[in-house]
């Protein structure tokens, strides 16, 4: 069975701190997709990438990060010079069955402070 | 991106009422939605697949005479919350799945928060 694993239940860092969300998943198929979520105050899921299994590139998008590692089932998530606007719940996801099996993780609450 | 939207965003509602959520793709055409419920500071977790024009599929512990499914058209799902409880009240969030050629991709709705008193 396919499950997701985020052993950061909450973090806090001050404005302008790099932080990493971990995000370690397990699944059988050698198909796959990966995701992460951000889902603020206001409860709307905001999708923010998507990563197939045979991709390991990692990926920058302006201050947002990824570093995917199939060697040890992990996709992680680095928010650089982080912003009081980025407080929120961010999930990882995994998606089997070419996109039909969705499971989140447990999330990951980041609080920015001023 | 494709484009889901959830009506109402918001009820209330008295215990022993029932609540219906609607779940629209509103540029595509979805013959699978799913229903997921959220409690508060919790992850979501799907309650149940709904294909258009056949019926929906319940995840374990789910009970379906409790949240009707219905699918009657390619862009809208709905879900009955019936003789609603307190324990109900949480966040319930839809997604429409495009299939592709080579991937299927969900899209979520906004998501539907259901307080039951």
């Known amino acids: 069975a396919q499950k997701v694993t985020q052993a950061q239940t909450e973090i806090s860092v001050v404005e302008k701190e790099d932080v990493t969300l971990d995000c370690v998943y397990e699944t059988r198929d050698t198909t796959y997709y990966l995701f992460w979520y951000k889902q603020p105050p206001s409860g709307e899921l905001v999708f923010l990438i998507r990563?197939?299994?045979?991709?390991?590139q990692n990926e920058i998008s302006g201050r947002y990060s990824w570093n995917f590692q199939k060697s040890t089932s992990s996709f992680n998530f680095t928010i650089t010079a982080s912003q009081v606007v980025d407080s929120a719940v961010y999930f990882c996801a995994l998606s089997e069955n070419y996109g039909q099996n969705f499971v989140f993780g447990p999330g990951t609450r980041l609080s920015v402070l001023p | 991106g494709a484009v889901v939207s959830q009506h109402p965003s918001r009820v209330i509602c008295k215990s022993g009422t029932s609540v219906k959520i609607e779940c629209r793709s509103l540029?595509?055409?979805?013959?699978?939605m799913f229903w997921y419920r959220q409690f508060p500071k919790q992850s979501l977790m799907l309650m149940a697949t709904?294909?258009?024009?056949?019926?929906?599929?319940?995840e374990q512990g789910v009970e379906k005479d409790k949240f009707l499914i219905n699918h009657a058209s390619l862009t809208l799902s709905t879900l009955t919350v019936t003789s609603a409880h307190p324990e109900d009240s949480s966040f319930y969030i839809c997604s429409a799945l495009i299939q592709r050629q080579v991937y299927n991709e969900q899209f979520f709705g906004p998501g539907t928060r259901l307080t039951v008193l």
């Open positions: 540029d595509f055409q979805a013959t699978t």
């Open positions: 709904s294909n258009e024009g056949s019926k929906a599929t319940y």
């Open positions: 990563r197939n299994s045979f991709d390991e």
